[in-house]
């Protein structure tokens, strides 16, 4: 394949490739410190909220910065917009996260195999979400 399409395909490819490591990136965030305020004897719920949190913030930073610096916002109401969409995207791949974990927990499959699906399906949510909402290209 050649032409315009393979190369939308090949830009697509590199997007992705970086979100992944952005995804990488937040989620080694989010785990340290929740390790780290658990090791501080910080209540689970709330460290495990906490660090989320932060991952999301390290998402963002390195999203609208390194993965879809051609389409963020400058700033102002769009930019706005972008962050409390990106938010919302976060919120459906916690959603999702904690439904396929509850629900294959209680299907009997160990919690941390269910996690690890889990993550991917959270993944593939949040990526579509953002490539193609969040972010999308406003001609």
């Known amino acids: 394949m050649s032409g315009p399409a393979a190369f939308i395909r090949r830009f697509d490819l590199v997007r992705l490739t970086r979100y992944g490591f952005a995804s990488a990136a937040?989620?080694?965030v989010d785990m340290?410190?929740?390790?780290?305020?658990?090791?501080?004897?910080?209540a689970a719920a709330p460290a495990s909220a906490l660090a989320y949190s932060t991952g999301i913030v390290t998402h963002w930073l390195i999203s609208s910065r390194a993965v879809f610096r051609d389409t963020v916002a400058k700033r102002?109401?769009?930019?706005?917009?972008?962050k409390v969409l990106f938010a919302g995207s976060a919120l459906v791949g916690l959603a999702v996260t904690t439904t396929v974990v509850g629900v294959g927990d209680m299907a009997g499959i160990d919690p941390r195999y269910a996690k690890?699906?889990?993550?991917?399906?959270?993944?593939?949510?949040t990526w579509l979400l953002r490539s193609k909402v969040?972010?999308?290209?406003?001609p």
């Open 26 to 28: 937040a989620l080694v």
């Open 76 to 82: 102002g109401p769009l930019r706005t917009r972008q």
């Open 134 to 138: 969040v972010f999308r290209h406003i």
């Open 116 to 125: 690890l699906i889990a993550i991917v399906m959270s993944f593939a949510a």
């Open 32 to 42: 340290g410190v929740f390790l780290v305020l658990l090791s501080m004897s910080t």
